[in-house]
């Protein structure tokens, strides 16, 4: 790099470099069937520039057939994909600057770091002194200069997964595309990965596109989360919008840990409703779904729910009482399971500190369900 | 595998090796048999041991023409092979069809099941002088042209005999050099067709000579086509041995034949063998999974 002028192999200088190419991304009525299967069914959403948008879901649901007809391994039967306003639905995957991390990284077995990294850029045929600079910025980027001449074979997960990482982001693409990248990585090293991931998509503010199948992951990396189920897009909203209002019965179960609960419309007035749950009563506050005829479901997060010592006998005042019959003592959280007395079965959070009183297994306790953190369902 | 149950299994190979023991004392004996003498007009055989037949058998022009030709002759088959086999190959390695891969399989081993002289006959009937294809050029107002009883109807059986060896073995490789490598390539800017040389076809290299390997090997001992369709005017190696014990009864001299021939092949399959360990070399992780 020496015969380089221009100090562009610095690394600091990458992220501002990277930062010009930020596009937005806009799909609109994406759809795809296999046989009589509708893979993706009219999907349509809009990823501002430089966000990272998660699709998340259950294996089968559509994701990574959306994520595969970004990058162009997809042929939809309609709909369109616009990058930065430019429509790339009719391009093949080599004419699209979307660069994509495969579930299992892709490295090619029979190149070095340095060769799987300037790939991309011989493609372009790009200069060989100018390949050698960028390949540099990007290894040093990921942190993986050291290893810059070994196999992929020869590297751990973690440095497979930053090499991959590095040859994707090495040719500037306007789009990031994430397929599951850490499922095969182990727990520790995978909570690293994800918020070095993140960090450096921040810094680059490129726009990223990431699926998975894990909530968690998809909580701790993304701006928006599009939760999705059979083909169609559920819910799409900020992560703590998902997690603390899921729109459906299917969010909410996938969440994860969310207490269901249904119950009919006893009453309502201006200032909210009385939704009655096997005996009890729970005012709510708000209008009820309009299409309420029959059963309202809501979620309750179980960190939403306190509890108190239950009186003695049973007060008949409508108010949830029931047995605790199992717990989970996470260190700093406490997870009871209470039996309530309509055969309903809830788990309710506690945070613990040293002076927390553990509850036993057995005991009677009343529930104080905060109307506020109750979210009305459709579906 | 624990200890004791690997030990077991050594018992269960015995009958294997017995029969393997067996078969190769019987060429020991027959490669012995060389080094004896035919009594002219005879089928006996007479000491003393001398290597004069084998002096005899290098001596022969027709001889060293007809191992040469037979090497080469192997070589072209292989050659031919590669060329139409690994489409094949890759195509049912890579195809989402289900009904796509079992019917090239289908074409490919259903001959199989019918016997070697089966086959032969029914080249007979397609490639005749009156066969299916002279008998369609003839219609349409075209020269018929002799593909049978030369070189041409031994290369044409030939290679649809050997085609399965080399494309289910090149399969079994390209089936290990993950799909997702080729879309990689295609991503970061590759077309499909750089995509596939710079990364299938070198990844399935290891493979590819394997399958050479064994087709060249099969090709080499080939006696049946040459006998049929060839006509006595293409003759290979095995065909040659085959006369000297049928039509002249000179045992000694045949087995001398077989012994030289063995020698020969076994230098260029080695040969072979040593290419692919240096290409395995070139590509250390070549056929792995990343």
Known sequence: MRDDPAPKGDPRDEPARLAGNRRALSIAGLTKSYGAQRAVDEVSFEVPAGSL??????????KTTILRAIAGFVAPDAGRIEVGGVDITALPPERRQTAMLFQNYALFPHMTVVQNVAFGL???????????????AALALVRLEALAGRYPAELSGGQQQRAALARALVTEPQLLLLDEPFGALDQNLREAMQVELRKLQQRLGITTILVTHDQQEALILSDLIAVMNAGRIEQLAPPIEVYDHPATRFVAG??????????????????GFDLGIGGSRLRLPGAPPLDAADEIAI????????LD?????PSGDGGFVGRISFLTNLGSRLLYEIELAQGLRLTVEEQRQDKTRIRAVGERVRLRIDPGHCTVLRG | MSGPARSDGRWLALPGLLVLGLFFAAFIVFAAVSLLHNVPGTASIVGPPSFDNYRDVIALRLNRDVTLDTLLLALELTGICVLIGYPLAYLMARTPSRIVRNLILF????????GGVTRAYAWLIILGNRGLVNTLLQMIGLESIPLVHNRTGVIISLVHFLLPFFVLTLFGGLKTVPAALEEAARNLGASRLRSFVA????????????AATLTYAVALSSFLFPALLGGGRSPMAANL???KILDVFDIPAAAAMAVLFLLIALACIGLLGQLERAVQRRFPTAGRRA
């Open chain 1, 53 to 62: 948008l998660t699709l998340l879901g259950p294996s089968g649901c559509g």
């Open chain 1, 122 to 136: 011989k493609m372009r045929r790009l200069g060989r002194a100018e390949i050698a600079a960028k390949v540099a």
């Open chain 1, 254 to 271: 996938f969440m994860g840990a969310a207490n269901l609960l249904t119950g009919k419309l006893l009453a309502r007035d201006a200032t």
């Open chain 1, 299 to 306: 979620a309750v997060r179980p960190e939403a729910i306190g």
């Open chain 1, 309 to 313: 010592a239950a009186p003695a006998e």
């Open chain 2, 107 to 114: 074409a490919l081993i259903v001959t199989f099941l019918s």
């Open chain 2, 199 to 210: 990364v299938t076809l070198p990844l399935s290299v290891p493979a590819l000579i394997a």
């Open chain 2, 241 to 243: 041995i085959y006369q």
